[in-house]
T-cell receptor, first 119, second 115 residues
């Protein structure tokens, strides 16, 4: 079975500073994908960034980058130059190829980290 | 805007009642997923459809059912509602359900309150 662990229930960051949100995962699939989503207080889920298990480079999308350490099974999200609009819940999620069970093909989410950006 | 449309945005109903949540996927997406988000359980996968056929089932209660229609919109039916069914219900769609890097695009959710 797949499992995503986000150990930081809440984080604070000063505006314009960088912040790292932690995510560790567990799967027996050899091929898998890791995703980060943002959920503002308005409720919608916004896709931010993707990292494949065989990608050699860390993924980047604008101010978002993913610090992928495969041996440690971690996929931390780094947000650079934080903005007030970054205040939201952030979810790490993964999807496998299904070899570790039918359920592993679905997107499995962590419990989330609430990020608050301080002016 | 993700392109996934969910209606209604809010629903308030009483225990024992039945409700239907509706979802229109992004144009061109054949796969629809339903998720439930509650404070204690987090985001839980309920069920997936692909081009009208049920593809995978997650933690979906027997009181809940879903279908995907020929025009690809999907409905989630919740019956014999209990207080614990109060949650935010998300629909998501993806173009390719069998490709790892195909992200799910979520709608804005339907907030269900059972009183």
């Amino acid at each position: 079975a797949q499992k995503i662990t986000q150990t930081q229930p809440g984080m604070f960051v000063q505006e314009k500073e960088a912040v790292t949100l932690d995510c560790t995962y567990d799967t027996s699939d050899q091929s898998y994908g890791l995703f980060w989503y943002k959920q503002p207080s308005s409720g919608e889920m916004i896709f931010l960034i993707y990292q494949g298990s065989y990608d050699e480079q860390n993924a980047t999308e604008g101010r978002y980058s993913l610090n992928f350490q495969k041996a440690r099974k971690s996929a931390n999200l780094v947000i650079s130059a934080s903005q007030l609009g970054d205040s939201a819940m952030y979810f790490c999620a993964m999807r496998g190829m299904g070899y570790s069970g039918a359920g592993s093909y679905q997107l499995t989410f962590g419990k989330g980290t609430k990020l608050s950006v301080i002016p | 805007d993700s392109g996934v449309t969910q209606t209604p945005k809010h629903l308030i109903t009483a225990t024992g009642q039945r409700v239907t949540l509706r979802c229109s996927p992004r144009s061109g997406d054949l796969s629809v997923y339903w998720y439930q988000q509650s404070l204690d359980q987090g985001l839980q996968f309920l069920i997936q459809y692909y081009n009208g056929e049920e593809r995978a089932k997650g933690n979906i209660l027997e009181r809940f059912s879903a279908q995907q229609f020929p025009d690809l919109h999907s409905e989630l039916n919740l019956s014999s509602l209990e207080l614990g069914d109060s949650a935010l219900y998300f629909c998501a769609s993806s173009a390719q359900p069998d490709i790892l890097n195909s992200p799910l695009h979520f709608g804005n959710g339907t907030r269900l309150t059972v009183t």
